[in-house]
Nanobody, 119 residues
Framework: QVQLVESGGGVVQAGGSLRLSCAAS????????MGWYRQAPGKQRELVAS???????NYADSVKGRFTISRDNAKNTVYLQMNSLKPEDTAVYYC?????????????WGQGTQVTVSS
């Protein structure tokens, strides 16, 4: 099992910044990618950004140029730096870890952290 603990959410005005952190513990070997998803009220959960164990990153078009995902392997922590925040970024943000064991995919989720951007 993998445990994910998120922190860093909060309330910020439009144009402001926040940094989310996600610390992984437990069976963290074979984690091949980690990422951030978000879910706004009445909407489906969507991928915001992801980073592979090799450092390759992927972003949703809506956050490109504003958000940056990074990882500190020594701390088993993934970060999401969010700049130029917009009201439409308001959502619960979830950390995800993807692990493959014996060719079987496993996904793990954090408890979620609320990000609210006021106009």
């Amino acid at each position: 099992q993998v445990q994910l603990v998120e922190s860093g959410g909060g309330v910020v005005q439009a144009g402001g910044s926040l940094r989310l952190s996600c610390a992984a513990s437990g069976s963290i070997s074979n984690i091949n990618a980690m990422g951030w998803y978000r879910q706004a009220p009445g909407k489906q959960r969507e991928l915001v950004a992801s980073i592979t164990s090799g450092g390759s990153t992927n972003y949703a078009d809506s956050v490109k140029g504003r958000f940056t995902i990074s990882r500190d392997n020594a701390k088993n922590t993934v970060y999401l730096q969010m700049n130029s925040l917009k009201p439409e970024d308001t959502a619960v943000y979830y950390c995800n870890a993807h692990r493959k064991v014996w060719a079987i995919d496993h996904d793990y989720w954090g408890q979620g952290t609320q990000v609210t951007v006021s106009s």
